[in-house]
C-alpha cells in the first residue's frame, strides 16, 4: 500500500520517506493520513462547487440587471 497523493506536498515534502514507512507499519498514523487525505479532496470538491456556483450566481444577477434596463426601457417607450 503506497502512500497516498494528497500527503506527497510542501508540508511533508521533507518527511516523505519516513511517512512511507509509517503508513505501512502504524495503524493510527495511517487513520490519520487517510482522514487528511479524504479531508483534502472533500474541501477541493467544496471549493470547486463553491466557483460553479458562485459563477451561476453573477451570472443570473447580470441577467436579472439588464432584463430590469429592458423593463424600464419597455414601460418608458410604452407610457
Known amino acids: 500500500m503506497s502512500l497516498p497523493d494528497e500527503l506527497y506536498n510542501a508540508k511533508f515534502a ?9 503508513y505501512l507499519v502504524d495503524d ?4 490519520i493520513c487517510d482522514d487528511y487525505c479524504i479531508s483534502k479532496v472533500n474541501a477541493e470538491k467544496f471549493r470547486q462547487k463553491i466557483e460553479r456556483d458562485f459563477q451561476h450566481q453573477l451570472k443570473h444577477e447580470n441577467l436579472s440587471k439588464e432584463l430590469e434596463e429592458e423593463i424600464l426601457i419597455y414601460i418608458m417607450k410604452n407610457i
Not at 14 to 22: A, Q
Not at 28 to 31: A, I, L, N, T, V
Open 14 to 22: 521533507e518527511y516523505i520517506d519516513s511517512m512511507k514507512i509509517m
Open 28 to 31: 493510527r498514523f495511517k487513520m
